[in-house]
């Protein structure tokens, strides 16, 4: 399984920007698309946002829309999420994931990273 690791994370005024980078080992990155969710405390993991294998193809939340982007740059083994206008809502642990075409399932997670927004 391909190792993922989060960072970006932290604390952050509401209005403000982050952006989270999330790092794969190995050389079959470009392979697969990746996602983006996030878990609030007491709720459930929610799909954020997923970018196709060469990033062509972007999906997000409806709740994230018009102020998160996904990007990936493949030579760098890398996907983001770059934050904008943050609310309180954002906040949560966020993980990014790789996602198999065969079965259509999410096969490796990273181990997260906080993000906090504050009023």
């Known amino acids: 399984q391909v190792q993922l690791v989060e960072s970006g994370g932290g604390l952050v005024q509401a209005g403000g920007s982050l952006r989270l980078s999330c790092a794969a080992s190995?050389?079959?990155?470009?392979?697969?698309?990746m996602g983006w969710f996030r878990q609030a405390p007491g709720k459930e993991r929610e799909f954020v946002a997923r970018?196709?294998?060469?990033?062509?193809?972007?999906e997000y939340a409806d709740s994230v829309k018009g102020r998160f982007t996904i990007s990936r740059d493949n030579a760098k083994n890398t996907v983001y999420l770059q934050m904008n206008s943050l609310k309180p809502d954002d906040t949560g642990v966020y993980y990014c994931?790789?996602?198999?075409?065969?079965?259509?399932?999410?096969?490796?997670w990273g181990q997260g990273t906080q993000v906090t927004v504050s009023s």
């Open positions: 970018v196709s294998w060469n990033g062509a193809i972007t």
């Open positions: 994931a790789r996602r198999v075409a065969v079965p259509a399932a999410y096969d490796s």
């Open positions: 190995g050389r079959t990155f470009s392979n697969y698309a």
